[in-house]
């Protein structure tokens, strides 16, 4: 029993054939999901699609490539959606992303900000976004590592280095089928050295399609079992013992065992 931990079951590669997906995702083992609600309109729509599928659960937020419209407005909304039953496990994704030549930093740390102090309010484990700003991101986490039930770093694609800061402050690291691919030997480094109490995996679907799959422009849970036998080679262990630690990560994170 494998939790895909941060995937985008509403986007319409997917929301497409959602039965379809399930399907295939629980007979490969992968039978709890936790879909990320990333704007206003994708709020109501992962809440309607946890409804109708059991195992199926929701982190809502809003990415920061949607901070420059955002605002209070925005997250009054955000804090009623997340009051709307059990289905709820988190919030986010949140956080910084630098790597666009227009990203408005000011915009993002705004609604970065709303997010952590919503999460701290709420009890919540936030799930946080970070792409090309390690340094800022952690700088505006460290304050509340005490005050938010738990933090995670999505998708994570740094450094040995970054990675040690992370797990140092607290946070849960989660991995992605990039630690398939055959540029990233830099993050299989990472994933062989850093505790396994505060690893989590998930597919990020429908992006990062994880080897021997990677040319399937669609990803989907099912193939998160690649990234999961990738990663327990790396660690020297059997795939189903890694699937059991990280499972129990998950459910400890996000209450949801």
């Given amino acids: 029993m494998i939790i895909d931990t941060h995937c985008h079951l509403t986007y319409p590669e997917l929301a497409s054939q959602i039965e379809q ?31 109708r599928i059991p195992g199926l659960f929701v982190a809502l937020g809003l990415h920061p490539h949607h901070a420059r419209s955002a605002s209070l407005s925005d997250m009054e909304v955000l804090r009623a959606r997340l009051a709307e039953g059990s289905k709820v496990c988190a919030i ?14 000011d915009e993002q740390l705004r609604v970065f900000t709303w997010h952590l102090q919503m999460a701290a309010d709420l009890g919540l484990p936030l799930v946080v976004h970070s792409r090309d700003a390690f340094d800022l991101t952690l700088e505006q986490l460290r304050p509340y590592k005490d005050r938010i039930k738990a933090i995670v770093l999505h998708c994570f694609n740094g450094t040995v280095q970054q990675a040690r800061q992370a797990v140092d402050l607290g946070l849960y690291v989660s991995f992605s089928g990039i630690v398939t691919f055959k540029n990233a030997g830099y993050l299989r480094k990472v994933v062989a050295e850093i505790p396994l109490e505060q690893i989590l995996v998930e597919t990020d679907c429908p992006y990062l399609s994880p080897e021997p799959v990677r040319r399937c422009k669609v990803n989907e849970p099912a193939f998160l079992v690649h990234t999961i036998q990738a990663m327990a080679d790396l660690r020297g262990i059997r ?19």
Wanted: proline share 3%.
């Fill in 21 to 51: 997906v399930i399907a295939r995702s629980t007979e490969a083992g992968v039978d709890r999901w936790i879909t990320v609600g990333t704007d206003k309109e994708h709020w109501q729509r992962s809440l309607d699609q946890a409804a």
């Fill in 92 to 105: 986010g994704e949140t956080g910084l992303d630098l790597h666009y030549p227009d990203a408005r930093l």
């Fill in 239 to 257: 795939p189903e013992q890694l699937a059991e630690v990280v499972s129990a990560n998950a459910s400890r994170v996000f209450g949801i065992g």
